[in-house]
């Protein structure tokens, strides 16, 4: 009988196998911490959303909404998108739920995401992000703390050479201004403009700043900074930050060309860049989007946020040769005759009762005396516990190093627990 087809994952979703898994529950562990540490809390929003949110939201004449949203028709005739990122969906939470009436708020998000992009090192079709939203705070000084929080995160994390941009894009109506300035600008430019700047042309100019078409770099660097054309509030809002950020040390490059893909965005935008991962640069980028609440049908309400992609911190952290503590256990169980069979689950679980946080991986499957080290030895664990018929009769057991030259030792089984307690917390502190 033929075999089926192995089956194949979809183009640009990829498994996240338990080999790698440590370096995510490092960052993610991380920043729940750290996030908790700063007073905001977890919100978790579906990943399935009416299309029309995201039209709105981002804006219909960005790439996201014209060529890479997952979006279908369900059996109600509703048209539904997979999430292609995570602001729309918080703000459409917090205004469901009524969680903006005259109050403030700090939370943050982390799942999956979607875009029908070209699958390349760092960016993918499902993708994972990380959210921290800020709502009902119109000063600098939340825009200064959600850097400083990110700031935080990197050295946390022990994540190095990172380098933040900043600008400001002023308000919808200076934008108006300086927008009808590009119009101009590249409009008098229109015979060097490829396909896409074009179609930007009427829909979104400032998008054009962000073409990564190296044919069109000369023109765009011409191009009227936005800077130059700010309103007084923006740029005293601007200046605001660069002082609270200037106050603790936090270097920063101004660049005026730094726009961001969505159009929610006002004022205060970020990115923290990275010259490590390829062409993929960007690790974590956010800004302010003041006027996004009321556009989605809420109250007036400031906002500001960033999100980071676990697959491209994660991939960082590999290039910087960050190791992940955790995943492997502490002690593996050898267990030889029948006897010590019986006994071995019964012993591994008392363990688990009485040694805080301590690791345990059995012998499943019964095995040899040798073959079962050896699978302790793969493992990653520190130690070998071995338990056969002769030392389940006596009460004791074998207590052996797996990653020193240190003679192996005889337990009694009563003092089990405290034993390795002790050589857990000795392990903790050296």
Known sequence: MAHEQTPQPVRGMNDVLPGDIALWHRLEDTARALFSAYGYQELRAPIVERTELFKRSIGEFTDIVEKEMYTFTDRSGDSLTLRPEGTAGIVRAMITNGLLHNQKSRVWLRGPMFRHERPQKGRFRQFHQIDVEAFGYAGPDIDAELIMMSARLWKALGISRLQLNLNSLGTPESRRLYRDKLVAYFSAHRNRLDEDSLRRLEGNPMRILDSKNPDMQDIVAGAPLLTEHLDPESAAHFSGLR???????????????????????????????????????????????????????????????????????????????????????????????ERAEARGLSLAEQLRDVVPGIRIETNAGGGSFKSQLKRADKSGARWALVVGDGEAERGVAGLKSLRTEAPQVEVALDRLGQELTTRLAERATA
């Not at 309400?301 to 992940?324: D, F, K, N, S």
Request: charged fraction near 20%; charge should be negative; aromatic fraction near 8%.
């Open 243 to 337: 002082r609270h950020l200037d106050a603790v040390g936090i270097e920063y490059v101004v660049n005026p060309r730094l726009v961001r893909g969505l159009d929610y965005y006002s004022r205060t935008v970020f990115e923290w860049i990275t010259t490590e991962l390829g062409s993929q640069d960007a690790v974590c980028s956010g800004g302010r989007y003041d006027g996004l609440v009321t556009h989605l049908g809420g109250d007036a309400t400031p906002a500001i946020g960033w999100a980071l992609g676990e697959e491209r911190i994660v991939a960082l952290m590999q290039a910087q040769g960050i190791a992940a503590s955790g995943g492997t256990p502490d002690v593996y169980l050898v267990v030889v005759g």
